[in-house]
């Protein structure tokens, strides 16, 4: 027994979980970020003083920020390692609600630690406390509930140590894992009780390979036998659970091609003959004909968003069946599919010895390989633009020198605006282990992509990293450049200024709305003009703004310009932001898919009245898979 505080037990045990799959052992918690203030200081503040030599601590500048740190260095880690986060009470603690949704709707673990108001309640109201009459248990903290995979109060010292043992149960679950949020009172978090030894042991969570059912198995395997048209769409689960390797097995001994979900892009390298990219709204050609002929589709590790099955109208064939392979049960449900509970991994392989000898026809295999190569003709064209574009150049020339920059190990980061998309279809996937692409697309936050590619740097030293952040999310969070400089990472940040929000403009033309409010231009009377020519373009200057934040900047205003900064980029001590502005109009177009934003059903507006038309005749190709 020892006496110690709550935080001071806290941090001990934190600072012990490990988590083991396959063998290899590696920290649950590898450190931890956070902002102080009166919530947190006293408690958790002077724990982590104590002991910082057990358990790392950094402060980040914004907390949403820090749970972005945490989420690109989990996802990056394939769920296996993250970052705690500790905030004070009130406006520190609702800040992460942003980062626990991203964490938790991308299935990626994240330990939040939000201050809380006393337990006793004896000096309520307390500076920041959300008071309400008719119950004395809500705190702002319960906005973190429905964006937490687990949730607890902790109210009394006693009541950590089952508080703990479930948070680590949660993350370190393949499918359960999310935000944890244990929400620490101000007063408990400096309480002290007798701690048992055996809490603050070392612990270590294995994650096993849940195999499949072996009914479930085989139905599959009859199902694909049974197939003319079977496709693999492929997503983040193929990666996280370390299964790249044994999906090409599976191509290369059957012949069934590979789509990709933003998620799974680059589980089979771009350069395979059975590699037919990205599916969905942000698709190729490959992935869409592939996935519109289909009769059977396995889908690995996928949640399947909307972008995915384009809205619903990605699989055409009147006959699609799916088969899912999740390790949740949730996911694999989906779509009235066959479920097959299981760790991605361990079902390849099962399947591959299940499907010996056999081979996908002739017919779907050369159509396969044909569209492949097409598409891989088409990104050619789309990125080279053979010199004939006048004017800045254009996002898929930069992804192009990215790409290249970033060779077989580097990777790139992303999450909104346009890039996100031109990504998808445009970047060629090197690394046979699937981590050069780190495109967060499920919560698709604009913020995200300073602070998780900071998260990505310190997960994997060894990579280059490169962010591609777009003005408009560079605007929502450059303050965690300061945390980048203050921990001497040294990731490359790719700021693409098109003056404005590119991709919601063009969304806004193609609904009708002319790009209204998506351009930086000066109000008049109180409001955006509607003719954003009227008005010159505002004083802006983002690259003043990351060199004011201690970032090295590089201005870059050619292909030619950003080829060399990429280069002169690599080996710095700390972030590097290239800057560089891009056509904002010279877009990469979308192929053959859909994505459904309803469009308004009545207006005096001509342009509204014909794209309301054509989103009905699209909608007509929605279905329900049942
Ligand atoms: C936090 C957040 N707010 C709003 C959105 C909706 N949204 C998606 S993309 C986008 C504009 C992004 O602008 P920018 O980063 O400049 O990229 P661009 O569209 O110009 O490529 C907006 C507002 C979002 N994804 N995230
Ligand atoms: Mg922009």
Redesign the pocket.
Known sequence: MSRLTVAQALVRFLAVQRTERDGRRERLIAGCYGIFGHGNVAGLGQALHQHHDLLPYSPARNEQGMVHIAAGYARQRNRLSTFACTTSVGPGATNMV?GAALATINRLPVLLLPGDTFATRTPHPVLQMLEVSHDATVSVNDCLRPVSRYYERIERPEQLMAAALEAMRVLSDPAETGAVTLAMPEDVQAEAFEVPDAFLEPRVWTIYRQPPAPEALSRAAELIRAARRPLIVAGGGVIYSEATVALRALVDATGIPVAETMAGRGALVSEHPLSLGALGATGGSAGNRLAREADLVIGLGTRWSDFTTASKSAFQHPDVRFVNVNVAAFDAGKHGGLPVVADARVALEQLREALAGHRVSDDWEARARTESAAWDQEVARVVSLDGDHAGPPT?AQIIKEINDAAGEDGVVVC?????PGDLHKLWRARDPLGKGYHVEYG?????YEIPGGMGVKLAAPERDVYVL????????LPGELVTAVAQRVPIVIVL???H??????ALSRSVGSAGFG?LYRYSENGSVPLDPASTEVLPIDLAANAESLGARVMRTKSIGELRAALAEARGADGPVVVYIEAD?YHGVPSYESWWDVPVAEVSEDEGVRAARESYERAHEHQRHYL
């Open positions: 942003t996002q999450a909104a605006g346009s890039a919560y698709s936050c604009m913020g952040v777009g003005d408009g999310s560079y605007l929502m693409v200024d098109n404005g929000y590119a991709s919601i403009g998506t904002r």
